[in-house]
């Protein structure tokens, strides 16, 4: 990649996709490209990088006068049938999707993975903040629209390490079925849990392990596969002529958390290592969900021999990353926050670590669903995962780019499915009738957690406003 001096980004908005051109921007490398005109979570870092991004996908928008040596896509926005991509493939330009960019980028760096179906994006970016707090300066890729406490989610660094998330969806739908974790070639891979998710691309959970298991066999180097011991869906990785480190709740992981509590805003947890416990550690993010994802990267860390002191400095340096669990802020006594959870589990875990932190307090959630498939799929998980809410409300389904069909699936039917286990659960539609509902119910105290992987991103915020133009709860 050393000859390219200029790239385009189609579809530049999306999470992966701006942490990668943050990267090559911070390499020295001219950056432009093109999305759709919508608020995203990543278009405050693309400014503040100045980066050019146009609206909408024309051909004009490849160059004549100084093209890019390189346009990159995902299957978002037709993919390689965009109008972008078919431009730069008919003059001749190189064009590569995200997930064999990234993979290219990487390559003469130690290379750590962090892949799984949950939690990868914390995981990469608290290893990130770690590594560079102890003075690693690491390269990094990260899913996020934001590093809290760190920065811009794409970084390269002067140091040897390169950190990635590591996506297991399709490179290109109905182009490359290649895993897009499959260009990557770890030194390390830490592997936070393995789940049946994307049902667009993945018939069931022996397909999402066999992909994992691909992935693995790509390790060079040490070979090391850091894994949860808790998660029984990953033990398809243990051995295979692998080096493997294991970390859990469980007594026999080889790092062990032996203790959690919280106080306010705060996650307090012990680790032990091989039986010897090694020290107390303090994270600004809620649940043991999250102290578990810490206790994968103190695997890794400790395993390249990084100390104790200086991971402890790291991990109370992270403030988590942007839409997981961001606390938008406070309004008439109503707390707020964003967060990206769009399957049963990682729903669970946040309405979970949500209660941690506010155990006496009553908890809204609202979710909108994302895609048809998912919600198909798993509409069973989806109606028993609110049951720590207070109460739940459900918007319609947002629909994914690459979804035409809606299988006979929508939010009327997902509120019903939900009511046979959680009597409070509610439909409403759109933010306007959330907003019209929750101006009926809200109490100072409230907890409300707008949750979901569409458009729900800019609810928050909205749902400040309007709440802040009611009159003074007597």
Known sequence: ???????????????????????????????????????????????????????????????????????????????????????????????????????????????????????????????????????????????????????????????????????????????????????????????????????????????????????QEREVGQKLTVLCADDPSSRVLVGRGRNTMTYGFSPSSDVTVTHVGFGKERTFFTVSERGTEIGDFTLRLPGKHNALNAAGVIAVLRSLGISVDHIRDGLLSFHGTKRRFEKIGTIRGVTIYDDYAHHPKEIEATIAAARCWYPEKRIITVFQPHTYSRTKALLRDFATAFRQSDIALFTDIYASARETDTLGIDGHILVRETQDHHPHARYTADFTAVRTYLDTIVVPDDIIIFMGAGDIYSWGKRAMRELGKLAPVA
């Open 1 to 215: 990649m050393d000859h390219v001096k200029r790239m385009h980004f189609v579809g530049i908005y999306g999470v992966a996709m701006a942490a990668l051109a943050l990267y090559v921007r911070d390499r020295g490398i001219r950056v432009t490209g093109t999305d759709v005109q919508e608020e995203f979570p990543t278009r405050a870092m693309l400014t503040k990088a100045r980066i050019p991004i146009d609206f909408g996908f024309r051909k004009d928008h490849i160059r004549t006068q100084h093209p890019p040596d390189l346009v990159v896509y995902t299957g978002a926005h037709g993919g390689r049938e965009n109008p972008e991509v078919g431009e730069a493939i008919r003059r001749g330009i190189p064009v590569l999707a995200h997930g064999a960019a990234l993979g290219k980028f990487m390559e003469g760096k130690r290379q750590i993975s962090v892949a799984g179906s949950h939690g990868k994006t914390t995981a990469a970016a608290m290893l990130s903040a770690v590594f560079a707090s102890s003075g690693h300066d690491p390269s990094y890729a990260v899913g996020c629209g934001e590093i809290f406490g760190l920065g811009a989610a794409g970084h390269n660094g002067r140091g040897e390490f390169f950190i990635a998330e590591a996506d297991e969806y399709v490179t290109d739908p109905g182009h490359d079925d290649t895993p897009r974790f499959l260009w990557q070639r770890p030194e390390i891979l830490l592997v936070t849990n393995i789940d049946f998710d994307h049902p667009d691309v993945y018939a069931d959970l022996t397909a999402v392990q066999s992909a994992f298991r691909q992935l």
